[in-house]
């Protein structure tokens, strides 16, 4: 399951629950935006692995190679069972927990030096433009004042026109 919310409701895990039990799968995972008092990005209800969007792939790497694993060992679904206890019982110790944590943190760094990295550069880029474009509108104006001299006509006065704003590809709206 997936869900976009600011909380973690428990009918989000009571639904990722049933949804284990009827699809008779070995693990249940929620992913979810929301947070709650402790959740720092992993955790485990009712038998329900509850993990943030950027611990996400980590997570089911893990679980997905295992599973793979007690299949390829024809695993009777009993012992499916019990094994899935103990790893779901792995998950959620320091051990694993602990780095799991550490690359959702990361990772949640990361995107954000990233997001600060564009605006930096969107605010580099517009000033070069802004420059690029004082340089041309000199030169044009010196040139077209050189040209009223040559003619002997006065040169005139300089004014500013309004720089032409950078054009970039349109922002794209975050969901």
């Known amino acids: 399951e997936c869900k976009r919310t600011p909380a973690i409701p428990a009918v989000h895990v009571q639904q990722a629950f049933r949804s284990k039990q009827t699809r008779e799968a070995d693990v249940a995972i929620l992913v979810t935006t929301g947070q709650r008092k402790k959740f720092t990005g992993l955790d485990e209800e009712n038998g329900v692995l509850i993990v943030s969007p950027l611990g996400v792939i980590p997570l089911v790497g893990l679980l997905r190679t295992h599973l793979i694993e007690m299949l390829k060992a ?3 679904k009993e012992k499916r069972a ?3 206890q103990q790893l779901l019982k792995y998950v959620t110790s320091p051990q694993f927990k602990n ?7 990361r990772t ?8 600060q990295e564009a605006q930096d ?3 580099m880029w ?3 433009w802004g420059h690029y474009q004082r340089i041309k509108w000199d ?3 010196v040139q077209d004042n050189l040209q009223l001299v040559l003619h002997g006509k006065e040169p005139l006065p300089l004014s ?3 720089p032409e704003p950078l054009r970039l590809l349109p922002p794209t709206k975050e969901k």
């Open 74 to 76: 024809k695993i009777s």
């Open 126 to 128: 517009e000033t070069r």
């Open 108 to 115: 949640g760094e990361l995107a954000n030096l990233m997001k």
């Open 121 to 123: 550069h969107v605010r």
């Open 82 to 84: 019990e094994i899935a």
């Open 139 to 141: 030169s044009s104006q």
């Open 160 to 162: 500013y026109p309004k």
């Open 99 to 105: 780095p799991i944590e550490e690359i959702i943190t």
